[in-house]
């Protein structure tokens, strides 16, 4: 374990030790490890691209949630001519310096004297990223963006009551589905594609092209997430609803119903056995994914919880109080805060009928603080 201070943090997101291997722990996916600490990685490794010239991977799914054959996903190069490092000409000539994926210390403290020759990474993010297109036709805010595995066609919700499809090689819309409500959020998880919906969540299957209505939820549903092979729901009046995949039947039927919060769920999270909840009521809920139980609430937060994450050993929540909170597990086995950021700026989020509306914005910075953290 770490320590931080007079706190024990135990490596509840992300096993101790250097004899991981980096082997993902076959329970953690299943969202039932419970090893403190566990000998293997508590995060998916990124796809290694194969040796096809396409750039296509071979990526397994989860049980329950699964393709029926192994999926093909591919990678953000749609013509596989990039390549993941940068040119170098010195007196040598030109060559491609490979990058690790390990920041470069030096550069993060504007101190990296080797600068393009560096072979440590000189970014935030791996890759080299450029405006490709815009995608227009949506009328109101988008609120999710997804890309199913085998598809070449990228698929955008909003809350104008469609979903579009999009040509990932000509950036042109290509068919435009309308559901008849707003849409709150999607999700893909293997051949299914999950809408929220008000009053309800639709699950399509990209493979067989059923189409399928889960009925429950009261008033808008935000979020979604799926843990332990079931579906979770954060709907509009607090509570979480869960579904739980019939394979005989191809059908999802409930599971349970989580209460707790008092507003609207607008973001959920699994990771280490637990759902996390984020709530308008300014609280996270910690809830076990073997009983679904409360295990514990987070009030530390002062407005709306827009969205969590969990990171390595750390749970991570951003909110419209202008902060973003780090959460570490003690001796006690809760969370507590470990470290928190605050955000000054504020961005104008929209004009309508000449009416401008601002709310706060955090953009920025949240890679600086896990960094600083985790180089401890």
């Known amino acids: 374990m770490d320590v931080d201070g007079n706190k024990e943090i135990f490596q509840r997101f992300r096993p101790s030790g250097d004899n991981r291997n980096h082997k993902v722990c ?33 990526v397994k799914r989860s049980q329950g949630f699964s393709d029926d054959h192994n999926s093909i996903r591919r990678s953000p190069n749609f013509n596989g001519t990039s390549t993941w490092g940068r040119v170098y000409s010195g007196g040598g000539g030109s060559r491609v310096v ?15 004297s080797f600068r393009d020759k560096c072979r440590y990474l000189h970014s935030w993010c791996t890759g080299d990223f450029s405006l490709l297109t815009q995608l227009e036709g949506h009328q109101k805010v988008v609120t999710g963006i997804t890309m199913p595995s085998g598809s070449d066609k990228l698929y955008t919700a909003s809350k104008d009551e469609t979903i579009r499809l999009w040509d990932c090689q000509s950036g042109q819309c290509a068919g435009v589905i309308n559901l008849g409500g707003e849409i709150g959020c999607m999700l893909n998880e293997g051949p299914w594609i999950f809408v929220g919906l008000p009053h309800m969540v639709k699950a399509s299957n990209t493979q067989t092209n059923a189409m399928l209505t889960l009925g429950g939820p009261v008033g808008q549903v935000y979020s979604l997430v799926v843990g332990n092979d079931m579906l979770f729901s954060g709907t509009q009046d607090g509570t979480i609803l869960a579904w739980k995949f019939n394979a005989a039947a191809n059908n999802f039927e409930p599971a349970a119903s989580l209460k707790g919060h008092n507003h609207a769920v607008v973001t959920l999270i699994v990771g280490a056995n637990r759902l996390y909840s984020g709530s308008m009521d300014h609280s996270i ?35 419209l109080d ?42 920025g910075g949240l890679e600086v603080i896990i960094y600083r953290i985790l180089s401890r």
């Open 26 to 58: 076959y329970h953690w996916r299943a969202g039932k490890c419970n090893r403190f600490s566990c000998p293997f990685l508590h995060r998916e490794l990124s796809a290694p691209y194969s040796n096809y010239n396409d750039g296509i991977s071979l």
């Open 98 to 112: 490979t990058k690790t994926e390990k920041l470069c210390n030096f550069w993060s403290q504007g101190s990296c």
């Open 285 to 319: 809920r910690v809830w076990s994914l073997d009983n679904l139980q409360c295990l514990q609430t987070l009030a530390d937060h002062k407005s709306v919880v827009m969205s969590i994450l969990c990171w390595e050993q750390f749970l991570l929540s951003c909110s």
């Open 322 to 363: 202008k902060t973003i909170k780090v959460w570490a597990a003690t001796g006690s086995g809760n969370l507590e805060v470990t470290y928190t950021h605050n955000e000054e700026h504020r961005r104008k989020w929209g004009k309508r009928e000449n009416e401008k509306r601002e709310k706060p914005q955090l953009a």
